[in-house]
């Protein structure tokens, strides 16, 4: 997971506000808790584009299922997207897929726009039903008070309606230089991927452009940012059950490059993905690993994510223990066939295993390596054509397994 | 995993004792602490069978490949097995194969064997080079010092010699009554798969039998046993570089069914993989997952390990915990293609999901369900048919997932 910085002059960082054409919302309905918001609803122009990527878990939750079947009939249109936290609506059946179903018509009536043009998903508990008769009245009253970054509205309000277990909200903001002087923005907000309570899980991230963009270049460019960004991060390695990340793009700015708006699009959902995983539950040290040189990009994805992955090396991670054997042993397991004497490791630049035998290395220097904020692993498997290492490289995010992790998962909590 | 009563009349349970034919010896070396038994040797009359399943991480340490070696040059015979505890001999070059080479050899001279009828493991911290001025020397004492069950000997000195992080030994044998009034017995000893102190690894287990029986059968029950037993268990799942099964027969006792020979071993792995299991780093509970009526075998292992291994579900069992929309979650991401609708969750043997949806179950069963020393989870996929569920089944072992865990193996020790 990367960001590039070597296109500061035309993708630079903007306001954390929604792009022109979006409004947004939000609405308190008690769903867990009374007094903080935990509704969301966000609207767009008729004619904005939608790509969405969803859980690929069997047990879908019900709006999951709504906001899939929506997508696929309307063909990447949407007229607004709905959220609420408190309550995943999964595992519920048919009276979940009714709710649902009723939340998008609710939003849909208020709005005057068609039942299929708008999206929803949910976060929070599992297999619990949603308060109906206390949301639908609040979504009448949110559609009545959308605000857009013009009115002086910002994406920490939504942001902060669709947390559960996060500590922070979490959003970001690009502005791309277009031909012609103009300018598009990108932003984005999102939920962690992690549980506090024992019945909750979910990540979700809602990504919005100005651009005019069509809905088949959206979904693309929504799964090349996802792949950089969110799929390159464990906090756990729990798919939820509501899993999801949306993207918009109401056109009112106009067209833009597809490759500059991609690497928008990419910068934002990597800020995100990283504030995912900072905030992890029981969150203490953050850790990622570099393969380069791998026989495939691929092969270079598995060793790095079993690495940043194994129990035993975010332990370590997590005592500050310099200790190399567990990282060589989880590469050593990832069924990748690379040969052995040809892995060098290096732990924040210090060099700590080659030819299968461990390097003399300055004390102070590996302690310091893995005491800082950051553990910084890279793993050469032997290529040693530049192009060819690089080309066959992947990175992945993940963070020390902390007690405190376990004690916040482990809490009785019914 | 396990273990079937049924033939208690043809195999019972045995004094923890070696089988006739094999004697056994342990010293010390004072590889990691002075004081403590850290060498086990264990030898077999000339003609002795032997088998071994070996680690497939592509860092398996030197021990590994001289034994890999010696067992095909052989063709699946031995005179001797020599570990040690305290050091892994992994991750350390050409000395440590050298060191390796050098075990076997003082155990072939001093027995006046053939070197490569010598195999030999370690397990302990890696990257760190074998004593061998004080190994030698000891190896020439426990060859003068080898005693069999006839003298009194029984498995507990060996099986305290391999121990690293263990906090008891590991014991368990079978008598198998024979054709003709006769009895041959199978024993074994192991130590855990698990880690206290950050470097250390490993599971080796040695299975042992007086029947008669040649190489190909053995490696065939061997093979049997550990696919019913440790392949079926996860603790953190990390495979380490050292990992090992070992089985030798000598055939002192004559020959014997191979079906209730393999019934036996099968047994005797499956006490000792619980036992690992239950002396897993920071144990509070144990946890099973039964598949049945999936697609396939292999899915309803699928479904089992993916279950077993979750850390929200491991997290949820060690709170005692509930949880069932875990379970749930986990059995869905596990890339098995079942109808989410014929999903059903009984945990304890009360019923939790079905059709989608809770159901409706007394509170206080649910929570003794969740909070013996044993959770007992129960996942039913759809075939209807008893014979063919019962087919399509499998099962898998775990703990959950404990802070005692975490501390353990954050523990800063260099």
């Excluded at 035309?10 to 008690?30: H, M, T, Y």
């Excluded at 008729?46 to 859980?55: D, H, K």
């Excluded at 009253?141 to 947390?163: C, K, Q, V, W, Y």
């Amino acid at each position: 997971m990367s960001t590039t910085t070597s296109v500061t002059d035309i993708v630079s960082s903007a306001p954390l506000q929604w792009p022109r054409g979006f409004r947004a919302s939000v609405g308190s309905a008690a769903i867990k808790k009374a007094g903080r918001d935990d509704l969301g609803l966000l609207s767009m122009p008729s004619g904005a584009t939608a790509a969405a990527l969803f859980t690929r878990n069997l047990f879908a939750a019900a709006p999951i299922e709504v906001s899939r079947r929506h997508l696929r009939d309307s063909r990447g249109h949407a007229s607004a997207l709905i959220l609420n936290s408190g309550c995943a609506n999964a595992a519920t059946g048919p009276r979940g897929l009714a709710n649902a179903q009723e939340m998008v018509d609710a939003v849909a009536m208020a709005l005057g726009a068609a039942g299929e043009s708008v999206l929803v998903n949910s976060t929070g508990v599992i297999g619990v039903q949603l308060p109906m008769d206390r949301i639908v009245p609040e979504i009448a009253r949110m559609t009545a008070n959308l605000s857009s970054s013009e009115d002086g509205g910002t994406l920490e309000p939504f942001a902060r309606a669709i947390m559960t277990t996060d500590t922070k909200p979490k959003m970001s903001a690009r502005r791309v230089h277009c031909s012609g002087g103009r300018f598009v923005h990108v932003a984005g907000v999102a939920k962690g991927a992690g549980m506090i309570r024992p019945d909750m899980a979910t990540m979700i991230s809602v990504l919005a452009t100005d651009a005019e963009i069509d809905a088949q270049t959206l979904d693309r460019v929504l799964r090349h940012a996802a792949d950089a960004s969110f799929h390159r991060i464990s906090v756990d390695g729990d798919t939820s059950t509501n899993d999801s990340v949306f993207a918009f793009a109401s056109g009112v700015a106009g067209a833009c490059d597809e490759a500059v708006l991609a690497r928008a699009f990419r910068e934002v959902a990597c800020d995100l993905a990283k504030m995912i995983v900072c905030d992890g539950e029981g969150f203490e040290r953050s850790l990622s690993v570099r393969v380069t040189g791998a026989p495939s990009r691929a092969d270079a994805l598995r060793v790095a994510e079993t690495v940043a992955s194994s129990l035993l090396v975010r332990t370590a991670i997590t005592g500050g223990d310099p200790n190399w054997g567990r990282i060589v042993a989880a590469a050593g397991r990832a069924k990748v066939a690379f040969r052995p004497s040809d892995l060098e490791l290096r732990v924040g630049g210090v060099l700590l295993f080659r030819d299968c035998e461990p390097c003399p290395a300055d004390r102070d220097a590996v302690r310091a390596a893995f005491n800082g904020n950051h553990v910084d692993i890279e793993i050469s498997l032997g290529a040693t054509d530049g192009h060819e290492a690089e080309a066959n490289s992947d990175t992945f995010l993940s963070c020390g397994l902390t007690t405190e992790y376990v004690r916040l998962n482990a809490e009785y909590t019914t």
